[in-house]
């Protein structure tokens, strides 16, 4: 079973935004997001997905197709070029990228499903969690 992987959008308010990133970014197919070191299990994480950290809820996936070197000894993580929605979960935001075991990630939303949660405000969000409401 795959190893995931963790990173925040950084500067993007919803999916449809962190999709616009994704499609500007695309070459050959794929896109390159660049990280300072390769994963120490970076062949683990092949076929994996990175998710997606959108307003502190974990909000959509996309696959990891390998690791490259970059040109300025950084790494280039390629994943798909699309974002696809899941069902949104509090998580926490970080620095660079952390890990996933597969058991800790959230179904993908079958096309056309909408989650409700992915709307909500995070500390609200974060408090009916905690009352085992949602």
């Known amino acids: 079973m795959p190893l995931h992987m963790t990173k925040i959008a950084f500067g993007c308010d919803d999916l449809s935004q962190l ?19 390769l994963p120490k299990r970076h062949g683990e994480m092949v076929g994996g997905s990175l998710y997606w950290i959108i307003a502190h809820q974990l909000q959509a996936r996309s696959q990891i197709l390998g690791f490259e070197d970059a040109p300025d000894g950084r790494t280039h993580i390629v994943i798909e070029p699309q974002a696809r929605p899941v069902s949104p979960k509090p998580k926490r935001a970080h620095q ?28 609200m969000l974060k408090e009916l969690s905690r009352l085992g409401l949602v």
């Open 19 to 37: 999709q616009r990133r994704l499609n500007a970014r695309q070459e050959e197919g794929a896109t390159r997001l660049t990280t300072r070191y």
């Open 96 to 123: 660079g990228w952390r890990y996933l075991k597969a058991e800790d990630t959230p179904r993908d939303l079958a096309e056309g499903e909408v989650d409700v949660r992915a709307q909500m405000p995070p500390g």
